[in-house]
């Protein structure tokens, strides 16, 4: 079915007296995949201009950069090797997960690896390069992280809240039983930590342990005094999926009980878009520094012969991360491969977005689920020069007009359905800021609200044009 419930709330922004400001956080746009056959992908931006990107190789055997001055520009930079497994003993396979810092004037990777007589002892190592290009820099080892329990341990990343710098990762404790739980520590050096970790969250949910018993891959995104930890979790395959656990940025970080994890996972498989088991995430930010941006990776297909880590289609993809009134994020659905969605405000009303309810397109607040408000722009249907709607987690559906009522529809095919569904991008009529969609086969009817519903009008009056007007988000 095509409609959402609407019981959980987004952020819009605040409304005026009349109108809203220009969003702080406006619409942008990648192309996915990123990256094919990279997995548990790593994106920093630099104060230098540059994102460096790293990533988990299906060889397993090094660790590779690339760097670009936008996102997108990842997709196509050169790559470098920057460092290659040992010959024999530590680090000497199942070289995963590779993570790119830079703390306190140096680089730093962090990464998970086993040894040649025992693949399956994984701990986490750590490199440093001191020179300002660390794709074309020297590496050198500054060796194990040293923890207190010496078990399977991998996915280390590192963080600050309030000066103080910490350690998450993945490990399993014997006496806790089978799998990888997530602890933290603080930090002594980027390569030790220092005091007792905390064990911070442990699966025992049924979506955290399909296939394995699992929470890894920890990221940490803070916001409004809050810290936010996704994980992952469940077997590698379409289970595969991510968890949330949320934290006051003036607690103690280091008791188990200064987190809360959500009661289901935040992050799925998807059917409708072609993506399946996304996890391993990171964060990064939009060109602008406006937006926050997921980094994941999933498959395009369900079905994995043989064992999940021998398939090497795990691929690199981004897209927007909203945020909810009550300040924690929606990272909505893993979008359909291309161009990523955006969302559409209204001028007038701007905590309303369009969304399509029961088919019916309409302007409204706090909508759940997120992906009900999002739209791909793609080429208009009825040509070049026009754009078209397309629904973001019902792709092949389009807005569009009929009986000059504005719905979310299935492209059938047919003439018809697209001019009704291709509209003339227009600067905003009622801000050049915004964008104001006028019908392509109905000249000089534009997309408009009524009542919260959307309709395809001639416009007169101020208001008219303000409810034809909208800002990508």
Not at 213 to 227: S, T
Not at 236 to 254: F, K, P, R
Not at 264 to 276: K, L, R
Not at 439 to 464: C, E, F, K, M, W
């Amino acid at each position: 079915m095509i409609a959402g419930s609407a019981t959980a709330t987004v952020a819009g922004v605040t409304a005026g007296p009349a109108h809203a400001a220009v969003p702080a956080s406006p619409g942008v746009t990648y192309t996915n995949t990123l990256a094919a056959q990279r997995a548990d992908p790593h994106i920093f931006k630099h104060t230098d201009g540059f994102y460096y990107f790293t990533a988990t190789v299906p060889a397993y055997d090094r660790i590779v950069l690339r760097r670009a001055t936008t996102i997108q520009g990842l997709a196509s930079a050169a790559e470098t090797t920057i460092w290659t497994k040992h010959t024999s003993g530590e680090m000497g396979a199942h070289i995963w997960a590779p993570e790119i810092h830079f703390i306190e004037g140096k680089w730093y990777v962090y990464f998970a690896a086993g040894a040649t007589n025992d693949i399956w002892r994984i701990r986490p190592y750590v490199l440093e390069c001191a020179a300002a290009n660390p794709v074309t820099g020297t590496w050198t080892e500054k060796g194990r992280i040293a923890l207190p329990l010496d078990t399977f341990s991998l996915d280390a990343t590192t963080f600050v809240v309030n000066g103080t710098r910490y350690l998450s990762w993945a490990q399993n404790d014997p006496a806790v039983g089978s799998g990888t739980n997530l602890y933290l520590a603080r930090m002594s050096s980027p390569w030790a930590i220092t005091g007792t970790p905390v064990r911070i969250s442990t699966p025992t949910a049924s979506w955290e342990t399909i296939g394995h018993r699992v929470n890894e891959g920890p990221a940490v995104i803070q916001r409004n005094g809050k810290v936010f930890m996704t994980f992952s979790a469940s077997a590698t395959d379409a289970n595969y999926c991510m968890g949330l656990l949320t934290a006051s940025a003036s607690a103690d970080l280091l008791k188990a009980s200064s987190w809360a994890k959500t009661a289901g996972p935040v992050f799925t498989s998807n059917a409708a878009t072609g993506q399946y088991g996304p996890g391993h995430n990171q964060f990064t930010v939009s060109e602008d520094g406006r937006s926050d941006i997921l980094v994941y990776h999933d498959r395009g297909y369900k079905d994995i012969s043989g064992d999940p880590l021998n398939d090497p289609n795990r691929r690199t993809r981004v897209q927007k991360i909203y945020w909810k009134a009550d300040g924690t994020p929606d990272f909505g659905i893993p979008v359909a491969d291309g161009l990523t969605p955006i969302r559409l405000s209204s001028y007038n009303a701007p905590d309303r977005f369009i969304r399509h309810w029961e088919y019916r397109a309409r302007i409204e607040a706090n909508v759940a689920p997120l992906a009900d408000s999002q739209f791909r722009t793609v080429t208009g249907l009825a040509g070049s020069g026009t754009v078209s709607l397309e629904s973001a987690n019902f792709p092949g559906y389009y807005l569009r007009h009929k009986n000059y009522e504005v719905w979310v529809e299935k492209n059938d095919g047919t003439a018809q359905f697209r001019s009704d569904a291709s509209f003339t991008a227009r600067a905003g009529l009622a801000d050049s800021a915004g964008v104001s969609y006028e019908s392509y086969n109905a000249p000089g009817r534009y997309i408009r609200h009524y009542n919260h519903l959307l309709h395809v009008q001639a416009l007169s009056t101020a208001t008219d044009r303000a409810d034809a007007t909208f800002y990508l988000q």
